[in-house]
Antibody, heavy 119, light 106 residues
Framework: EVQLQESGPGLVKPSQSLSLTCSVTGYSITSNYWGWIRKFPGNKMEWMGYISYSGSTSYNPSLKSRISITRDTSKNQFFLQLNSVTTEDTATYYC?????????????WGQGVMVTVSS | DTVLTQSPALAVSPGERVTISCRASESVSTLMHWYQQKPGQQPTLLIYLASNLESGVPARFSGSGSGTDFTLTIDPVEADDTATYYCQQSWNDPRTFGGGTKLELK
């Protein structure tokens, strides 16, 4: 069974970088597409970006200058880095899988990690 | 970006039929998906490509629509269906989500 688990600090200071890890078990990240989605207080959800089976990436244009998604295939993990965070980046961050990013939905999700941006 | 508009909340009684709507600001063909999210949990996929039931999801859930208007139907509603339901499109870049419809049971 595919399982995803997010990890990372729950508190980040404004202007610093947010770094999260998604650890995947039961499936290789060298197949399919692996994305990050966040849910803001008040329920709005935002697709942030993904890394593909080949290592190519695509990002939401609203974040393009601040976001980076990378991976470590030896550990079957992928990572989110979001730079220059503000309080507006306070959200619950989810990692998820899509079999075909251009068409299909996110069929497996992690439990989510809440990140607060505050001094 | 493609804006997906959902009604904020609905309240129904167990055993009733409920329809949750999602309207897109531009056509998304049939590349619309529906998720259920219960408090404190991650979203789970219910319906993909507008009308396909995800494996393991009860047949009480169904989806329909194409273009700009989509519907998620639950018939009959059960107490366990209390949750927020989101639509999400994958036709236009970037992928976008609706604002969610909170379903409450009377």
């Amino acid at each position: 069974e595919v399982q995803l688990q997010e990890s990372g600090p729950g508190l980040v200071k404004p202007s610093q970088s947010l770094s999260l890890t998604c650890s995947v078990t039961g499936y290789s990240i060298t197949s399919n597409y692996w994305g990050w989605i966040r849910k803001f207080p008040g329920n709005k959800m935002e697709w942030m970006g993904y890394i593909s089976y080949s290592g190519s990436t695509s990002y939401n244009p609203s974040l393009k200058s601040r976001i980076s998604i990378t991976r470590d295939t030896s550990k079957n993990q992928f990572f989110l880095q979001l730079n220059s965070v503000t309080t507006e980046d306070t959200a619950t961050y989810y990692c998820a899988r899509s079999e075909a990013m251009m068409v299909l939905p996110f069929d497996y999700w992690g439990q989510g990690v809440m990140v607060t941006v505050s001094s | 970006d493609t804006v997906l508009t959902q009604s904020p909340a609905l309240a129904v009684s167990p055993g009733e039929r409920v329809t949750i709507s999602c309207r897109a600001s531009e056509s998304v063909s049939t590349l619309m998906h529906w998720y259920q999210q219960k408090p404190g949990q991650q979203p789970t996929l219910l319906i993909y490509l507008a009308s396909n039931l995800e494996s393991g999801v009860p047949a009480r859930f169904s989806g329909s629509g194409s273009g700009t208007d989509f519907t998620l139907t639950i018939d009959p509603v059960e107490a366990d269906d209390t949750a927020t339901y989101y639509c999400q499109q994958s036709w236009n870049d970037p992928r976008t989500f609706g604002g969610g419809t909170k379903l409450e049971l009377k």
